[in-house]
């Protein structure tokens, strides 16, 4: 029985979990309401403690403070997913909280609050029901336990967890419609059931959730916070209604500061906002309604960043095939490649460019959490990063035929934006398990078609769901459609689209790509 953590303690914490989140992997993947084969919780959880527990086991930290610190570190650098992102914020949190002092029962209490604010403060627009709701109750039931023992405050906070955890099924619409618990919570309900192992020296008590199934994660990717950090200045004009203003207001005020929001009178607003992602400022105006006469200023910092080594404006986007690779690459894109990047490969990526001036395209929206993280990262070692939210690989190729690196970098993040924004993007794959979507109930092995995010489309045939789902599009119009092939698509699929749209919309213009991408045999883009 352990009265304090010191650094082996901290090592063998590192080990266990990340053996135990590797054990519980197939579970917590399984705890996934949406159907669709997006890097799942469980998988991007073992990974990023994976990665924790290898920078760990390199560095001869000696104390428990800087071995929390690496272990911290790792994690931010390996992080996987929305999930693992908001996990590593949660150990950074412990680490902060106990550097410089005794990791002991009071040190752990400490350590388990700073690590909720960390967590809470990690996500742009936080829900309870979520891995957040768990992190608050372990830190909650832990600073309400007596005692003075470790084993005491560690135990007390696996318990309040655990209990907040079979909860989260009352807390998310999504969770109750399944019946089941959050895959986030779950994870991290073993990640500190580990930490009680270690203090106890018992073998981990893990009992199963009272539900479990499969929730849809609803975290968003974490911003920064305070005035002193907002780059930019981000204003326009808007026409819109009053309804859509106050929704504006309050995602704008998740973004940044010296947020205003004034009427004429007539629908038209002037908007005016300091953010520091300047592509999801002007995205969340293109939401709203329609904005114009869109400017964009850089504040001067008043620190001035050394870049002197750096120059230019590099474009980095995520490619998860090896035809979108090329596809990238050939406009002169730097490419991270995969379906689930970690934070240190798109960091990386962004260092390796030799840019002053980057542009981030994550092109999932699984993996913004990560892009984000590593924004962050780069603007501390003096790069100027901006994030473009494209959700899908088409609206990222939509981001880079405007590109133009002779233009403002404000004006180009703008314009990059903007034509993502109205590329609307679907997407065919097929169900990987049984899921309640918000056409009705799928089964594994069912055939969906996506368009936005949101299941509108559901058959036994790949071929028939993709004729469905393009003439949805085809039915708003557009100027160009762009389809990018599968990598397990048949060779006849994407020549009988063409063929289906030259009958049903002659004049718009096709463009035909191998994109290569896994686990979707169809993505389709139209601008």
């Known amino acids: 029985m352990l009265d304090e953590l010191d650094a082996p303690a901290v090592r063998r914490w590192s080990?266990?979990?990340?053996?135990?989140?590797?054990?519980?992997?197939?579970e917590i993947d399984q705890l996934n309401v949406f159907p669709v084969p997006d890097g799942d919780t469980g998988t991007n959880l073992a990974l990023t403690l994976r990665a924790a527990c290898d920078a760990l086991a390199a560095d001869p930290a000696s104390t428990a403070p800087a071995a929390l610190r690496t272990l911290a570190k790792g994690a931010v650098l390996g992080a996987r997913g929305n999930s693992g992102v908001i996990v590593s914020q949660i150990l950074r949190g412990f680490a902060d909280a106990v550097e410089g002092s005794v990791c002991d029962a009071d040190g752990v209490r400490a350590g388990l609050q700073q690590a909720a604010d960390h967590a809470y403060a990690a996500v742009a627009n936080p829900l309870e029901g979520?891995?957040?709701?768990?992190?608050?109750?372990?830190?909650?039931?832990?600073?309400?336990?007596?005692?003075?023992?470790?084993?005491?405050?560690?135990?007390?906070?696996?318990?309040?967890?655990?209990?907040?955890?079979?909860?989260?099924?009352?807390?998310?619409?999504?969770?109750?419609?399944?019946?089941?618990?959050?895959?986030?919570?779950?994870?991290l309900v073993v990640l500190l059931d580990a930490l009680a192992g270690v203090v106890t020296g018992a073998p981990a008590g893990l009992a199963p959730p009272r539900r479990s199934a499969r929730p849809r994660s609803a975290l968003e990717s974490a911003?920064?916070?305070?005035?002193?950090?907002?780059?930019?200045?981000?204003?326009?004009?808007?026409?819109?209604?009053?309804?859509?203003?106050?929704?504006?207001?309050?995602?704008?005020?998740?973004?940044?500061?010296?947020?205003?929001?004034?009427?004429?009178?007539?629908?038209?607003?002037?908007?005016?906002?300091?953010?520091?992602?300047?592509?999801?400022?002007?995205?969340?105006?293109?939401?709203?309604?329609?904005?114009?006469?869109?400017?964009?200023?850089?504040?001067?910092?008043?620190?001035?960043?050394?870049?002197?080594?750096?120059?230019?404006?590099?474009?980095?986007?995520?490619?998860?095939?090896?035809?979108?690779?090329?596809?990238?690459?050939?406009?002169?894109?730097?490419?991270?490649?995969?379906?689930?990047?970690?934070?240190?490969e798109v960091l990386a990526a962004v260092q390796n460019s030799g840019a002053a001036h980057v542009v981030l395209l994550p092109n999932a929206s699984q993996v913004s959490a990560v892009v984000e993280s590593a924004a962050d990262q780069a603007r501390d070692d003096g790069i100027d990063v901006s994030v473009v939210p494209t959700r899908s690989p088409v609206q990222g190729l939509a981001a880079v035929a405007v590109h133009d690196p002779n233009r403002r970098v404000g004006d180009d993040v703008v314009a990059m934006a903007e034509a993502a924004a109205a590329t609307r993007w679907a997407e065919v794959t097929v169900a990987q398990r049984e899921a309640l979507t918000s056409i009705g109930r799928v089964r594994a092995g069912d055939v969906l078609g996506l368009i936005d995010g949101e299941v509108v489309e559901v058959g036994t045939s790949v071929h028939d769901v993709a004729l469905a789902t393009l003439d949805r599009l085809l039915g708003v119009g557009g100027e160009l459609i762009t389809i990018l092939a599968g990598r397990d698509a048949e060779p006849s699929l994407a020549a009988d689209l063409r063929a289906h749209i030259a009958e049903a919309a002659p004049l718009i213009e096709v463009a035909v790509f191998n994109g290569g991408q896994p686990n979707y045999p169809l993505l389709l883009g139209v601008e």
């Open 15 to 26: 080990l266990a979990a990340a053996d135990a989140l590797a054990e519980h992997q197939a």
């Open 223 to 344: 911003r920064e916070a305070g005035s002193e950090q907002f780059a930019y200045e981000v204003q326009y004009l808007l026409d819109t209604d009053d309804a859509a203003v106050a929704t504006l207001r309050a995602e704008l005020g998740r973004m940044g500061d010296s947020l205003v929001v004034v009427g004429t009178g007539d629908g038209v607003w002037n908007v005016h906002v300091h953010v520091n992602d300047v592509g999801a400022a002007v995205e969340a105006g293109v939401e709203a309604g329609r904005p114009h006469r869109i400017t964009v200023v850089r504040f001067a910092d008043t620190a001035e960043r050394a870049v002197t080594a750096r120059s230019g404006v590099a474009v980095v986007a995520v490619a998860p095939g090896e035809g979108l690779t090329h596809l990238f690459e050939g406009e002169g894109v730097h490419v991270v490649p995969g379906t689930s990047p970690s934070t240190a």
């Open 130 to 187: 979520t891995i957040l709701t768990v992190a608050r109750a372990a830190a909650d039931a832990g600073t309400a336990e007596p005692g003075t023992a470790l084993a005491a405050v560690v135990k007390a906070a696996v318990a309040g967890a655990a209990e907040a955890l079979d909860h989260t099924t009352e807390q998310l619409p999504a969770l109750a419609r399944a019946g089941v618990v959050d895959a986030g919570g779950r994870g």
